[in-house]
């Protein structure tokens, strides 16, 4: 394994670890879940975090782009 040169490296591996291992853990719930409704929650929780993985890691974490939002109100 290679050495985490910086926290902000080893925070985005931890994020992506964290996600595949969720997205594992939703597949599993939904091979084993027949409601058709649970069915389709799981669906959807699977495909955003597979999408969260696809986003460049800045746009990964929740709540940057309030912070942003927040920040030119009160600028303005």
């Known amino acids: 394994m290679a050495l985490i040169k910086?926290?902000?490296?080893?925070?985005?591996?931890?994020?992506?670890?964290?996600?595949?291992?969720?997205?594992?853990?939703?597949r599993q719930m939904l091979a084993d879940e027949t409601d058709e409704s649970n069915r389709h929650t799981i669906e959807r929780m699977i495909r955003e975090f597979e999408g969260?993985?696809?986003?460049?890691?800045?746009?990964?974490?929740?709540?940057?782009?309030?912070?942003?939002?927040?920040d030119r109100v009160e600028k303005g």
């Open 52 to 70: 969260m993985l696809s986003l460049p890691e800045p746009e990964r974490r929740p709540g940057k782009e309030n912070q942003r939002s927040s």
């Open 6 to 26: 910086n926290s902000e490296q080893g925070d985005t591996m931890i994020e992506t670890y964290i996600l595949r291992r969720n997205i594992e853990r939703f």
